[in-house]
């Protein structure tokens, strides 16, 4: 349910002018005050390699430094969905130890269907249900 809300957040910005004005949260995720971004609604090099949607809003330090060293932006489903074309995704396989339980756990994508927690480790590993979501429109690259 965080994610969700977190995504009506993240829906309700426009582009990356008005990331800067985002409301970034606070800092009391486990992991705040690291170095990296813990939040999935930031997509970027500043971004950690393992999310979790309760850390959503709780790493405002370091996500907003992220952004204004240009190293992550503020991840928009509307604009990822114009640019995503899941027939030219290599999903991958179904090698996860999550495959094949209806949510996508690929690190790559966002949306609804997502797994509550996404692993870099799980990239291409997880296609049978990320092809579903994506051809269905639920679930977009994350870095477009």
């Known amino acids: 349910m965080k994610f969700l809300i977190g995504l009506v957040v993240v829906l309700g ?16 995720s486990e992991w705040a005050n690291d170095g990296e971004c813990d939040d999935r609604r930031f997509t970027g090099a500043g971004v950690t390699g393992s999310l979790d949607s309760d850390d959503s809003g709780h790493d405002a330090t370091d996500c907003k430094r992220a952004v204004e ?11 990822a969905i114009k640019v995503t074309q899941c027939d030219a ?4 396989d179904d090698s996860s130890e999550w495959a094949k339980d209806r949510e996508c756990d690929d690190f790559r994508f966002e949306g609804d269907g997502m797994s509550a927690v996404v692993l870099s480790e799980d990239i291409g ?20």
């Open 125 to 144: 590993r997880d296609a049978a249900d990320c092809r579903r979501l994506c051809d269905a429109g639920k679930i977009a690259l994350r870095d477009y």
């Open 13 to 28: 910005l426009a582009g990356g002018a008005q990331a800067q004005s985002a409301d970034y949260g606070d800092d009391t």
């Open 89 to 92: 995704v290599n999903f991958g």
């Open 69 to 79: 060293f240009g190293r992550a932006k503020l991840w928009v489903f509307a604009d």
